[in-house]
């Protein structure tokens, strides 16, 4: 019902910036929030950032906050992760997901629509 598509991820030295890119489409009028979640080899599913589609409320987990910035595009159905003061702790792959509600939303489980992820390495 609602198709997720990451962009943005790359090869980038420590201290570097990328910026992610989620479009979604769909059915996007069941969109509450819009999160990023990403997984490093052998860890557990991480929570990055969300923001409720609505009003813009924003959570970051909090090995990122500070350091990155979830923001959305709500006319073209867009969120993004600006990420600032890269390391390579944050070296995994990142996942957009959309969830139809905005409780439990750093929790993985509550969502219900995925992309295929995209790829970041921090070198050094």
């Known amino acids: 019902q609602v198709q997720l598509v990451e962009s943005g991820g790359g090869l980038v030295q420590a201290g570097d910036s990328l910026r992610l890119a989620c479009a979604a489409s769909?059915?996007?009028?069941?969109?509450?929030?819009m999160g990023w979640f990403r997984q490093a080899p052998g860890k557990e599913r991480e929570f990055v950032a969300a923001v409720n589609w609505n009003d813009s409320n924003r959570l970051y987990g909090d090995s990122v906050k500070g350091r990155f910035t979830i923001s959305r595009d709500n006319a073209k159905n867009t969120v993004y992760l600006q990420m600032n003061s890269l390391k390579p702790e944050d070296t995994a792959v990142y996942y957009c997901?959309?969830?139809?509600?905005?409780?439990?939303?750093?929790?993985?489980?509550?969502?219900?629509?995925w992309g295929q992820g995209t790829q970041v390495t921090v070198s050094s």
């Open positions: 769909g059915r996007t009028v069941s969109i509450r929030t």
């Open positions: 997901a959309a969830s139809t509600f905005w409780s439990a939303r750093t929790t993985s489980s509550a969502y219900d629509y």
